[in-house]
Every structure is written in C-alpha cells, then in structure tokens.
C-alpha cells in the first residue's frame, strides 16, 4: 500500500464520511454542470476521487444508467455502497490511485471535485492527464473542480496546488477546450470557507 492510500484510508478509519471537511450534502453545481454537458442516459460516467460523495445517488436517481466511482480508498467506497444497498450492483467501483488507473472501457464524462490539487508532482499530473486521455475519447467530457486562488493552501494535512483556468488549461494540453467555469464557497461540517473552481472542458 503506496504512501498516498495509506493516507486517505487512515482518514475514513478516523472520520465519518459526514465530517471530513470535502462532504456536501447536495453537490448542486456538479449537477448542474453534468447537466449542461447534455449527456444520454446510457452514455458512461465515471467519479473521480467520488468516494462516499453522494453525485453518484443523484445521478442514479436521474437515471443515469452507466456509472462508475473511483475513489484511492477502498473504506470511502464501501460507505458508498453500504448506502446505496442493492442499487450498489448496478455501478462500477475503482479502488485505485488515478496516477495508475487504466480504464476498462470509454467514458463520456470524467468528473473530479477535488483530486487533481493534490497532485502537488508534475509527474504524477502528467500521469492523470495521461490517464484522462485514455479514458475520454475526443466529444468526451471534463468537469474539473479544484481549490481556487485565495482558496486553501492545505486539506486533510496535505499540501495542495491553487488553480485558476489558465493553470488548469496549461496542464491539461491544447486537446481540452475549456467551455464553462464557476465558483462555489463550499462550508464545511466545522464551519469553514473553501473556495473552489469548477472547470467544464470538451476534449477536441
């Protein structure tokens, strides 16, 4: 178990998924984003860094019928399907570093809330991206979000990387069109302000 899985399994061990300072009841502009990508109910979907959220619930509930959730640690996927009972079986589950995941099949939608800035490493961003290219074919889908400039410095004891669309855009490469962008002050369980950039690209 590599240095970065150990990390994050200690944190499900230690905290409930309703107090780590990532969780949000209702992940509202997510949705609205997938939404706007006008995606078919059929077409695969995969959660990147998902873990226990709840997108996959709603997106379920939506009737989105091809869906997958990777996640580093095995405990935040297990809370996930522990919640989700039955309807578990339907949905593909990652236990995986994204720096070494190697996709089964296409996905018409790639969304990371909150992976991508712990990649404080070139190599290891240069590995995701490499790893995005290969799971998202050309129309394919990205809605990146990540801590905004002026945003956090650190989450979880980890040091993290500030984005804005420039940055993002410069490490994703000239195949990403960056066709949307938000922000969200996220509240924590305990209170705080984060804030965050939503990024909405198509691949070329």
């Known amino acids: 178990m590599s240095d970065r899985q150990q990390h994050w399994e200690k944190v499900y061990s230690e905290k409930s998924p309703l107090e780590v300072s990532w969780y949000q009841k209702e992940p509202a502009l997510s949705l609205r984003l997938i939404e706007h990508c006008q995606l078919a109910k059929p077409q695969a979907i995969i959660d990147v860094g998902g873990g226990a959220s709840t997108l996959v619930d709603c997106l379920q509930q939506q009737g989105y019928a091809h869906l997958a959730v990777l996640d580093i640690s095995a405990k935040a996927l297990d809370v996930a399907k522990q919640r989700l009972g039955n309807k578990a079986d339907a949905i593909e589950w990652f236990a995986s570093d994204i720096t070494e995941f190697t996709a089964p099949h296409p996905f ?3 969304h990371d809330r909150a992976v991508f800035h712990f990649l404080t490493e070139a190599d290891d961003r240069q590995k995701y991206v490499s790893s995005l ?3 998202l074919p050309p129309g394919g889908h990205l809605i990146l979000a990540a801590f905004a400039i002026g945003g956090p410095t650190m989450c979880s004891g980890l040091n993290i990387v500030q984005y804005d669309a420039a940055k ?3 490490e ?5 069109e960056l066709v949307e962008q938000d922000s969200e002050t996220h509240l924590t369980p305990s209170g705080g302000e984060q804030l965050f950039g939503y990024f909405r690209f198509v691949r070329k």
């Open 168 to 170: 993002i855009c410069h």
């Open 133 to 135: 290219k290969t799971s």
């Open 172 to 176: 994703l490469g000239d195949e990403f």
């Open 108 to 110: 018409a939608l790639w």
